[in-house]
């Protein structure tokens, strides 16, 4: 179904609530009892909506996700609801009262923007897209604070608004999009639009990308959430004075750049931390290095080693027991020993799949114990460091 008006007339609404909780083992033959007493076209429509709720309540929670409209690609392209309020209250702490969110989706970022109480003009040019995105202000009480219009963002007089908000679509026909210009709209457009904003301007990017493509007169900031990284910002006219910062969810807890040179390298210490996906693409080891005294195990690998174990944010701390050369059968007979029973892999500077190294370390379990393994690369010598979470 390419229209969501149907589901939003009070038969459509219904049934959406009666599909719910549908699990997908049953889906047919809910369908066919329904499709006795409603349109066949209504019944597939509310059950493809109730899937795209369960998918989304990752992101937006299930209180929320359960009462919002969904597209297939407006689930996949939408801030998670953590991300967008931590941007929204950004914005609010940079005194904005009104954005124009440039390429809105189905709402992911103008909700939160709303709920921090910022009057939003919503525009996407996907008509089933923007229709999502009204019936989710409409759904959530906030459609007072959002006006969504249809339209190409390109041709959107944003004169009006303290800020711009780009969230360009990162698809083309052929999957992901790595180069920011073939982004739609193109990344060149969206800073030419932030620089006209009278306050401030944020713009979503994937956090891949290159440190290089980031523009002298913005910061550009990585954020994750629970470790897993999930994009890059860039910010403009909000006065930051480092150029780059990691942010970390739930905190929010946030790094700054303070331009340091690359750790050292020295022998594995006592401890190994593994430094937060956000401090890496942010390219801030370093900075997290010199709050734990350490230093890196290896010049191209970003795992911190020190001899202390000072808890931090940014990295999670390692103690280490053993360090081997890299070897399975070494591993093997290591992991009998210890009455080993789950064995947790993980790797940086290593080609071997970390699950068909746990299949050959550890075809059974041994006994209770638990052992994590960093297959890794010690001053350039492929090597295993045997070790658990300290602390
Ligand atoms: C990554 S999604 C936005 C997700 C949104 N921030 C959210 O959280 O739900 C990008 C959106 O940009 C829209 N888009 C792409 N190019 C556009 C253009 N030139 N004008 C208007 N919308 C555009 C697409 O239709 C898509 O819905």
Redesign the pocket.
């Known amino acids: 179904m390419n229209d969501l008006a149907p589901l939003l007339t009070p038969e459509g609404r219904a049934l959406l609530d009666e599909v719910r909780d549908t699990d997908p083992a049953h889906e047919l033959a809910v369908a066919t009892r329904l499709r006795r007493e409603h349109p066949a076209a209504l019944v597939s429509a509310a059950l493809g909506q109730a899937r795209l709720r369960q998918r989304a309540e990752a992101k937006f929670g299930a209180e929320d996700a359960r009462r919002m409209f969904f597209t297939p ?2 689930v996949e ?3 998670r609801a953590s991300v ?1 309020a931590y941007r929204a209250a950004r914005f609010r702490e940079l005194g904005v009262t009104s954005v124009a969110d ?8 103008a909700i939160a923007l709303a709920r921090a109480g910022i009057r939003v003009l919503a ?4 008509p089933l ?1 923007a229709a999502a995105a009204r019936a989710n202000a409409d759904a959530l009480g906030l459609a007072g604070l959002i006006e969504v219009r249809e ?4 041709e959107v007089d944003t004169a009006g608004y303290d800020a711009v908000f780009v ?4 698809r083309g026909g052929r999957g992901r999009v790595f180069d920011p210009e073939a982004y ?2 193109p990344l060149s457009w969206a800073v030419g639009a932030a620089r006209t904003a009278s306050r401030a301007a944020a713009l ?1 990017v994937a956090p891949g990308i290159p440190h290089e493509a980031v523009p002298a007169d913005a910061v550009a900031e990585w954020i994750s959430d629970g470790g897993d990284v999930k994009e890059a910002v860039l910010w403009f006219g909000a006065g930051q004075a480092a150029p780059v910062r990691a942010t970390l969810l739930p905190g929010p807890r946030t790094l700054p750049s303070r331009g340091l040179p690359d750790p050292a390298v020295r022998p594995p210490g006592r401890y190994l931390y593994e430094p937060d996906g956000a401090v890496i693409r942010a390219h801030l080891v370093a900075e997290v290095a010199e709050e734990l005294d350490g230093g890196l195990i290896d010049a191209t690998i970003a795992y911190i080693t020190a001899d202390e174990h000072r808890p931090t944010p940014y990295a999670t701390a390692y103690e280490i027991t053993d360090r081997l050369p890299f070897n399975v059968k070494k591993l093997k007979a290591l992991l009998r020993e210890r009455q080993v029973g789950v064995l947790t892999v993980k790797k940086r500077g290593s080609a071997v799949e970390p699950e068909e190294l746990r299949r050959k370390a550890l075809p059974k379990p041994h006994g209770r114990a638990s052992v994590t393994v960093f297959l890794t690369r010690v001053d350039g010598a492929p090597t295993m460091l045997l070790g658990h979470p300290a602390g």
């Open positions: 690609d407006g392209q939408s801030t967008a440039l390429c809105c989706g189905i709402g992911g970022d525009v996407d040019r996907d897209t339209a190409d963002v390109t969230d360009p679509a990162r739609s709209p979503k």
